[in-house]
């Protein structure tokens, strides 16, 4: 009984560095979401993809892309890291329909700290 | 713009203790209202989720309240103990894709 999966759960990376980090749901949801928690903020959507083969942009998006593999994977990636990308990433899925009484999921978070 | 606030940002209390938690927003057009609890270094996991229709839902020692027209809900947890310490947050759903949380209230439950 997975739900999400995060990996990595910890990465520190230098700036200018890239890195891809990858999430996968087994809820069969249609929707999946990337958010960033910063210290005295609540969480604030990156990107989320409706369905396979879409992305959009949320909240806080610069510096970031996203791929949504197939309906099962949804993987963020930092082409070219900045310190003010330091944060916790988190992935969650969800079902697409606003009147579900299904909730978000979501996983561990991956904890990223760029030097 | 949509705003989630919750307050107090923290709270420790005696075990045993019956508590509540508070959260409010500023726009009562949402479909519904969900409480997380986050514990150190994990990810969220869902409490109990009101749509909008709804007043209340309960689950075990937890009961959360919604007043659409005032903005607030209400998280009530009973006889509380120290495994109930944790970051309590708050997120309303405003549409197919967008969620707005609170900052979370972060609860300890003393011995």
Known sequence: NAGVTQTPKFQVLKTGQSMTLQCAQDMNHNSMYWYRQDPGMGLRLIYYSASEGTTDKGEVPNGYNVSRLNKREFSLRLESAAPSQTSVYFCASSEAVVMSNQPQHFGDGTRLSIL | ?111
């Open chain 2, 1 to 111: 713009k949509q705003e989630v606030t919750q307050i107090p940002a923290a709270l420790s209390v005696p075990e045993g203790e019956n508590l509540v938690l508070n959260c409010s927003f500023t726009d009562s057009a949402i479909y519904n209202l969900q409480w997380f609890r986050q514990d150190p270094g994990k990810g969220l996991t869902s409490l109990l989720l009101i749509q909008s229709s709804q007043r209340e839902q309960t689950s075990g020692r937890l009961n959360a309240s919604l007043d659409k027209s005032s903005g607030r809900s209400t998280l009530y947890i009973a006889a509380s103990q120290p495994g109930d310490s944790a970051t309590y947050l708050c997120a309303v759903r405003l549409g197919t894709y967008k969620y707005i949380f609170g900052t979370g209230t972060r609860l300890k439950v003393l011995a």
